[in-house]
């Protein structure tokens, strides 16, 4: 059916509900003239005479009572529809889909997500962990979570949590069997743990800097993993140095297991945000979990 058509079926309908094309024309907002000539054109197409006209009433013929009786209960189910989409958009409710990174789901993401679906039990959410950079219009993600330097350019950004910081520890019995580096230079000369990036397959070069000059230091030692809670334990253990961050090592630190290092060599950077499409027409539900989210730190 062309766009058209429905219309002059809705035309007809107000013209057989209201027995004239002057009350009809004035709920459709339409004039008469206008009116008379949609209704015509909807009996020329179906070369049936709907409507009977008078000087002084319109009457419907028999294939007009048909077709009213067949149009009327379509309308209402199409209006009812229409009222529950428009519900949808003003009640929190559907589906939202999310990508993040194991650290930030756990730490940031899933607390928040938990607070949400408890306050609102009609919305329903799935968290994707992986550490790989996912096209989230591509796979169909409603937002992704990433480290705000690494959001691109194209992407709305909101910051969900506090600036973050690489930090070098090693354990008290490491560090006094083989001393305190005093410069970046010095960790060529100490045993550190690799981290095996999970992405590139890569190992990481520790990005250290102090007074604007950035540097990646490429250390070297015995153990290697892609596992931050394992290169925390070999930490532990006294096998090296590692470099994570903050947010991973703070329990370790503030018990007196691990003992921070270089600290004036470790600059802060932006931390975790969500990140989605800018031309997302955000629903009732995504906007509560961006208002859930928002660091207000």
């Not at 949609?38 to 409507?51: D, I, M, N, Q």
């Not at 973050?164 to 560090?175: C, D, I, K, Q």
């Not at 990646?216 to 809670?229: H, I, L, M, S, Y």
Request: hydrophobic fraction near 45%; charge should be neutral.
């Amino acid at each position: 059916m062309k766009r058209d058509e429905l219309g002059d079926l809705v035309a007809f309908l107000a013209v057989y509900e209201e027995r004239s094309f002057t009350r009809a024309a004035a709920r459709l907002g339409t004039s008469q003239s206008a009116l008379s000539h949609t209704v015509k054109r909807l009996e020329s197409r179906l070369a049936l005479r709907l409507l009977s006209r008078t000087t002084r009433n319109v009457a419907p013929t028999e294939a007009g009572e048909k077709l009213a009786e067949a149009l009327r209960p379509a309308l209402d189910d199409i209006e009812a529809r229409l009222g529950s989409l428009a519900a949808l958009r003003e009640r929190p409710a559907g589906n939202i889909r999310i990508t993040s990174s194991r650290d930030a789901a756990r730490q940031i993401l899933f607390p928040k997500v938990c607070e949400l679906m408890r306050e609102h039990p009609d919305i329903n959410v799935e968290i994707a962990v992986d550490h790989r950079f996912t096209d989230i219009v591509a796979e169909r993600f409603d937002a992704g979570v990433r480290l705000g330097e690494s959001v691109e350019k194209d992407m709305i950004a909101l910051r969900i949590g506090p600036d973050m910081r690489m930090l070098v520890v090693g354990s008290p019995a490491f560090l006094a069997a083989h001393g305190r580096p005093g410069t970046p230079a010095d960790l060529t000369r100490q045993n550190c743990i690799n981290l095996r990036l999970a992405t590139l397959g890569g190992l990481y070069a520790w990005e250290l800097g102090r007074d604007d000059r950035a540097m990646n230091v490429k250390v070297a030692g015995q153990f290697t993993c892609n596992d931050p809670e394992m290169i925390i334990e070999a930490a532990l253990a006294g096998l090296g140095l590692c470099c994570l961050p903050d947010q991973h090592l703070k329990p370790w630190i503030d018990s007196g297991e691990l003992v921070p290092v270089l600290e004036d060599w470790c600059p802060s950077f932006p931390g975790y945000h969500l990140y989605y499409p800018s031309r997302l027409q955000a629903s009732p539900a995504f906007a509560l979990l961006l208002a859930k989210l928002r660091w207000r730190g």
